[in-house]
């Protein structure tokens, strides 16, 4: 009889973004080793309370279904009970937020099991330090989150980073065509994406190109939502570059794989990050990367190694690398985009969740 584990993560596809993304991935990669049970926020009434992720694992949705405003609120009290149900020897909570609080609440209605959290995010402190000493084991997903654990009592949390699907990305590689020019942002519009670095960076790297008589049929393609939208559309028409900027929205997998390979050059230059998934898809993809170095980030990259790295809010280093992408002069963007996907090669996911497998193994044996 394989061991029972159950994931807390408040989101869930068709929420989930790059945080979340270990709470799939890895019951995904070792279904066959343990028996999995996800629970989330239900977030809308159309989702059912219990469902099944690809066919393999079993998912248990909490709360009114009213929208996850409501339910991520309600799921640090619901899912400790939707975990005493399901009896669990391990409990591994994703993201010391919603989830994390969860896994607290844990201590009191299901004790017997070993708890693991996972840290995500570098965005929020609230109850933080309380969360964090609660586990009996805790994972960080970059050096910057490890510090912070140990700044909290935990000097024991174990670095494991984020995972991309490699065989998902090669597959959208092979039947997609690279357009000649297309840049792309992936990820939510809020404001500390610096998605507006972004606009004004790409508006004079085409006014660059424009006085230089350079033609060059450039577009930017934004995939993602968020609160900023409305504001990031006004301003690509205040920089009179609409016609050169497409929002396509949330793009789900495995369809943003495909916006991956067919864009030449991915920039991403957020003000803060944990990590940066959509970094090592992009280069998986052979994309060449912009980056801010913020965060996990630079875990992951180094400037002029197999990405090009600007500082926050650098608009004339962001349109610098960007022409030089463009242009291809002396062949920087083919000479990169090779080092990349090489880079990413070591982030797959079956690799990665083995390491998690390692430490749920140890905690197994604790309570053996």
Not at 33 to 41: E, G
Not at 79 to 95: E, G, K, N, S, T
Not at 294 to 307: E, L, P, R, Y
């Amino acid at each position: 009889m394989k061991p029972r584990i159950v994931i807390l993560s408040a989101f869930l596809t068709p929420f989930r973004s790059g945080a979340e993304a270990c709470a799939e991935e890895v019951p995904l990669a070792l279904v066959d080793q343990y028996d999995f049970t996800i629970v989330t926020a239900r977030g809308r009434r159309s989702l059912p309370k219990r469902d099944r992720l690809q066919g393999k694992i079993d998912v248990v949705r909490v709360g009114l279904g009213f929208g996850l405003g409501i339910d991520k609120w309600l799921f640090p009290f619901l899912a400790p009970f939707a975990v005493r149900r399901l009896q669990p020897q391990i409990i591994h909570a994703v993201l010391e937020t919603f989830a994390g609080l969860a896994l607290v609440f844990c201590r009191w209605t299901f004790p017997s099991a070993k708890r693991m959290l996972t840290l995500q995010t570098t965005n929020r402190s609230f109850l933080k330090g309380m969360i964090v000493r609660s586990a009996d084991q805790v994972t960080a997903i970059s050096s910057v989150l490890i510090n912070k654990a140990a700044e909290l009592g935990r000097s024991d949390a174990v670095l494991i980073p984020n995972g991309i699907p490699l065989t998902a990305i090669h597959s959208a590689v092979e039947k997609n065509k690279r357009v000649s020019g297309r840049v792309l942002f992936v990820g939510r519009l809020e404001k500390v994406k610096g998605v507006d670095v972004l606009l004004k960076a790409f508006a004079m790297t085409l006014d660059d190109l424009k006085k230089a008589n350079i033609t060059k049929d450039a577009l930017l393609r934004i995939a993602g939502d968020g609160s900023q939208r409305r504001s990031l559309e006004n301003l690509a028409r205040q920089l009179n570059i609409a016609d050169r900027v497409t929002f396509l929205g949330y793009v789900p997998s495995p369809q943003i794989y495909d916006e991956y390979a067919q864009a030449e050059i991915f920039c991403g230059l957020s003000r803060s990050e944990a990590f940066g998934n959509v970094f090592l898809e992009a280069q998986a993809a052979g994309c060449v990367t912009i980056f801010t170095q913020v965060g996990g980030i630079s875990d992951i990259h180094t400037h002029g190694k197999a990405a090009w790295g600007v500082q926050p809010d650098d608009v004339e280093g962001t349109k610098e690398a960007l022409r030089a992408f463009l242009l291809d002069e002396e062949g920087i963007r083919t000479q990169f985009a090779a080092k990349a996907q090489s880079h990413a090669q070591a982030y797959d996911w079956h690799s990665i969740a083995a390491r998690y497998g390692s430490l749920y193994d140890r905690l197994l044996s604790r309570t053996s």
